[in-house]
């Protein structure tokens, strides 16, 4: 069966620094992989996704994120962290196309000053 | 980007109540839209998958009597939340996927807070 792990459930940087969100998946092929952000009482936006191609791929606002097939990971990353990234961050990963979204429990991102 | 709009934002009603929350494809036509459920603090959950011109599939768990699913039409879905609950009380999103896109990539709603009295 799919599943989407996100091991942190809450992290925080300072202003500046960098980030990594982690996210495991379990599925048979290759997957379709995404990250959202939802900022509180907010619906979900799409920071990056992955389909094929190049296992690097860059999203909105800065942020980026590597497939990795042997590691069954699709860690989000950003090299210099905004206040305003603070917000709940989730991977998800979709099997066949028209197939509901599998998300995982969600990474609670704070930013100190 | 494909748009997906939600009716109402937010809504509370009282105990025993119905509540409809729809969800539409703006710019492009759906056969398959999902709801999705959220628990504060807590992560998506897919309640059912709603196609067009047939009936839902629902997830285990999920009362089909009790979240009544319509898809009308390829740019609507309605979820109505019969004889509500304080424990229905949630955050309810839909998404759907526009065919003409790459891969499976989903568009979601904003979502509609429904708070039971």
């Known amino acids: 069966a799919q599943s989407v792990t996100q091991p942190d459930i809450h992290i925080t940087v300072s202003e500046g620094a960098s980030l990594e969100l982690r996210c495991n998946y379990s599925?048979?092929?290759?997957?379709?992989l995404f990250w959202y952000v939802q900022s509180p009482g907010q619906g979900l936006q799409l920071l990056l996704k992955?389909?094929?191609?190049?296992?690097l791929v860059q999203g909105i606002k800065g942020f980026e994120a590597e497939f990795k097939r042997s590691q069954s990971s699709f860690n989000l990353r950003k090299p210099s962290v905004h206040w305003s990234d603070a917000a709940e961050y989730f991977c998800?990963?979709?099997?066949?196309?028209?197939?509901?979204?599998?998300f995982g429990k969600g990474t609670t991102l704070s930013v100190s000053s | 980007g494909a748009v997906v709009s939600q009716h109402p934002s937010w809504v509370i009603c009282k105990s025993g109540t119905s509540v409809k929350i729809e969800c539409r494809s703006l710019?492009?036509?759906?056969?398959?839209m999902f709801w999705y459920r959220q628990f504060p603090k807590q992560s998506l959950m897919l309640m059912a998958t709603?196609?067009?011109?047939?009936?839902?599939?629902?997830e285990q768990g999920v009362e089909k009597d009790k979240f009544l699913i319509n898809h009308a039409s390829l740019t609507l879905s309605t979820l109505t939340v019969t004889s509500a609950h304080p424990e229905d009380s949630s955050f309810y999103i839909c998404?759907?996927?526009?065919?003409?896109?790459?891969?499976?990539?989903?568009?979601f709603g904003p979502g509609t807070r429904l708070t039971v009295l």
């Open positions: 998404s759907a996927r526009d065919p003409q896109g790459s891969g499976n990539e989903q568009f």
């Open positions: 599925y048979g092929a290759t997957p379709y």
């Open positions: 992955y389909f094929s191609g190049d296992t």
């Open positions: 998800a990963v979709g099997a066949q196309a028209g197939t509901a979204l599998i």
């Open positions: 710019d492009f036509q759906a056969t398959t």
């Open positions: 709603s196609n067009e011109g047939s009936k839902a599939t629902y």
